[in-house]
Antibody
Framework: EVQLVESGGGLIQPGGSLRLSCAASGFIVSSNYMSWVRQAPGKGLEWVSVIYRGGNTDYADSVKGRFTISTDNSKNTVHLQMNSLRVGDTAVYYC??????????WGQGTTVTVS | DIQMTQSPSTLSVSVGDRVTITCRASQSISDWLAWYQQKPGKAPKLLIYKASNLESGVPSRFSGSGSGTAFTLTLSSLQPDDFATYYC?????????FGQGTKLEIK
């Protein structure tokens, strides 16, 4: 079964750091583009970051310089390292497979609260 | 960045209604347009990709059309399970961008 499972969310003070993880099963992360998308409470969806098949990365302007996306191919996992967290980063964070069929596989989400 | 504008923001509808949601891109995105359904507390679910391709397992009452800058999502006959929020998303380029969402409410 193709599946994504996020973990690592929690309550953190402004200026702190968190690392989110997204474990994939049923497909190989390194053979796909993988994105993170977030949703602030009561708000819409906001794309955050992508890691391409070759390992290059891209970020939304709102997180550039603070967040880092990476993969651990041995664990078939995508990570999002979040530093210098702000109250405005409070959201549910989803990872998703990003390809020809758009964001076709999503995790269940992990909640980050910066307060 | 490509801006996506959805309308309406809210729609009051009844079971059996035909529903149309519109999405416009600030520049041409060809047919790199997806539609998602999201229910409270759940992750978004892909419904349509490449503007008009139905994702596997999605009921045929959902359909998508359009190209360039104007797109529509149509539900031919609304079912109780369809009350949710719907988002369009362009994947022509990064940053990926979403419409603001359309919430279907029970009339």
């Amino acid at each position: 079964e193709v599946q994504l499972v996020e973990s690592g969310g929690g309550l953190i003070q402004p200026g702190g750091s968190l690392r989110l993880s997204c474990a994939a099963s049923g497909f190989i992360v390194s053979s796909n583009y993988m994105s993170w998308v977030r949703q602030a409470p009561g708000k819409g969806l906001e794309w955050v970051s992508v890691i391409y098949r070759g390992g290059n990365t891209d970020y939304a302007d709102s997180v550039k310089g603070r967040f880092t996306i990476s993969t651990d191919n041995s664990k078939n996992t995508v990570h999002l390292q979040m530093n210098s967290l702000r109250v405005g980063d409070t959201a549910v964070y989803y990872c998703a497979r990003d390809g020809y069929a758009a964001l076709d596989v999503w995790g269940q989400g992990t909640t980050v609260t910066v307060s | 960045d490509i801006q996506m504008t959805q309308s309406p923001s809210t729609l009051s509808v009844s079971v059996g209604d035909r529903v149309t949601i519109t999405c416009r891109a600030s520049q041409s995105i060809s047919d790199w347009l997806a539609w998602y359904q999201q229910k409270p507390g759940k992750a978004p679910k892909l419904l349509i990709y490449k503007a008009s391709n139905l994702e596997s397992g999605v009921p045929s009452r959902f359909s998508g059309s359009g190209s360039g800058t104007a797109f529509t999502l149509t539900l031919s006959s609304l079912q109780p399970d369809d009350f949710a929020t719907y988002y369009c998303q362009q994947y022509n380029s990064y940053p990926r961008t979403f419409g603001q969402g359309t919430k279907l409410e029970i009339k």
